[in-house]
Antibody, heavy 118, light 109 residues
Framework: QVQLQESGPGLVKPSQTLSLTCTVS??????????WSWIRQPAGKGLEWIGR???????NYNPSLKSRVTISVDTSKNQFSLKLSSVTAADTAVYYC??????????WGQGTLVTVSS | EIVLTQSPGTLSLSPGERATLSCRAS???????LAWYQQKPGQAPRLLIYGASSRATGIPDRFSGSGSGTDFTLTISRLEPEDFAVYYC??????????FGPGTKVDIK
């Protein structure tokens, strides 16, 4: 079955760029009418939607993060990626990648903790 | 951007009781695009309900969703021990942001 796995540095320095990749296994990222999302969750807090991308490259971003976020897709590698620039301690969170469509977000990665600290 | 509010913040109930969780939107949400998720500690969220009232694959029928417009409800008819968790609603039909509510924690009384 299809699975998602986040990867990337667990520690990022303030003002630098956070970069994460989500690898899709067990199926093609291009199959179906899915969009591919990034969602984050600070410790002990709720879920925050970051943005999504279709394999066509079309994107939507959370307005509060839009100036700092870039989501991209590499269909040849079956991966999509997140870049968040100018990070601060407030960006410390568990970052999830996920798959969604008209029937909701039905598949999630296990999540990866990213800490912003010098 | 649509803002979602969930109530109550915490719901303390016993196994076997009925749980009623509310999600209210700042503006009308197409019922086709309102979802509910369950999250347990240390786990990723799990999709329970999509389209306001349709159960996701493998979700027990004790979970049901209802509502339209700005008011939505998740009902758990009889709480099982594994149902004690945090529940989030999400609207996913209105760009640019697919917002989540702040969550309702269902804990054991």
């Amino acid at each position: 079955q299809v699975q998602l796995q986040e990867s990337g540095p667990g520690l990022v320095k303030p003002s630098q760029t956070l970069s994460l990749t989500c690898t899709v296994s067990g199926g093609s990222i291009s199959s179906g009418s899915y969009y591919w999302s990034w969602i984050r969750q600070p410790a002990g807090k709720g879920l925050e939607w970051i943005g999504r991308i279709y394999t066509s490259g079309s994107t939507n971003y959370n307005p509060s993060l839009k100036s700092r976020v870039t989501i991209s897709v590499d269909t040849s590698k079956n991966q999509f990626s997140l870049k968040l620039s100018s990070v601060t301690a407030a960006d410390t969170a568990v970052y999830y990648c996920a798959r969604g469509d008209l029937l909701g977000t039905d598949l999630w990665g296990q999540g990866t903790l990213v800490t912003v600290s010098s | 951007e649509i803002v979602l509010t969930q109530s109550p913040g915490t719901l303390s109930l016993s196994p076997g009781e009925r749980a009623t969780l509310s999600c209210r939107a700042s503006q009308s949400v197409s019922s086709s695009y309102l979802a509910w998720y369950q999250q347990k500690p240390g786990q990723a969220p799990r999709l329970l309900i999509y389209g306001a009232s349709s159960r996701a694959t493998g979700i027990p029928d004790r979970f049901s969703g209802s509502g339209s417009g700005t008011d939505f409800t998740l009902t758990i008819s009889r709480l099982e021990p594994e149902d004690f968790a945090v529940y989030y609603c999400q609207q996913y039909g209105s760009s640019p942001g697919f917002t989540f509510g702040p969550g309702t924690k269902v804990d054991i009384k």
